[in-house]
């Protein structure tokens, strides 16, 4: 695998419907309100290209200029294209789980292009995957604890 090659699995599973966990994932202008690390969301004219700040531990920021590649409520699957400090794709796919659980499963697979992590690449990749799960935990904390708060037919 090359140096600045990356590629994420998680499976968070949820007290919620599918087609609820699918509609709040779909709703990208408000992940900021539910997972920290996602510092701001702008949505372009279009309706399916915009930006991405994210922050999570480590002093830097990454910026992506993000592109909907896929959008099935069907399959209850969402991906986009990124480009800027990652370039790559990130896809949601809300799996059944149990009577009334679902599982928002998260996959990323992207190229490290922000300088900084591409010079430390070698020292730096066992603190930038730590730092990806750190932000993933609270992503799904976060996702959880909206869940909790909204009514069941959000």
């Given at each position: 695998m090359a140096l600045h090659h990356y590629r994420f699995r998680d499976d968070w599973p949820l007290d919620a419907p599918p087609d609820t966990v699918y509609r709040l994932l779909e709703d990208a202008e408000r992940y900021p309100s539910w997972w920290p690390q996602i510092r701001g969301v702008t949505v372009g004219a279009d309706g399916?290209?915009?930006g991405v700040r994210l922050?999570?531990?480590?002093?830097?920021g990454l910026d992506l200029t993000a592109?909907?590649?896929r959008r099935d409520p069907r399959a209850r699957v969402l991906e986009i294209t990124v480009h800027g400090d990652l370039e790559g794709w990130?896809?949601?796919?809300?799996?059944?789980r149990g009577a009334a659980g679902s599982t928002a499963r998260f996959e990323q697979e992207v190229e490290v292009r922000k300088p900084l992590m591409r010079w430390l690449a070698v020292p730096g990749r066992p603190v930038f995957i730590a730092n990806h799960a750190w932000m993933m935990r609270r992503g799904r904390r976060?996702?959880?604890?909206?869940?909790?708060?909204?009514p069941e037919g959000i």
């Open positions: 399916v290209s915009g922050r999570s531990l480590l002093p830097y592109r909907e590649s990130v896809r949601w796919t809300v799996l059944p976060g996702l959880r604890a909206l869940l909790e708060r909204r």
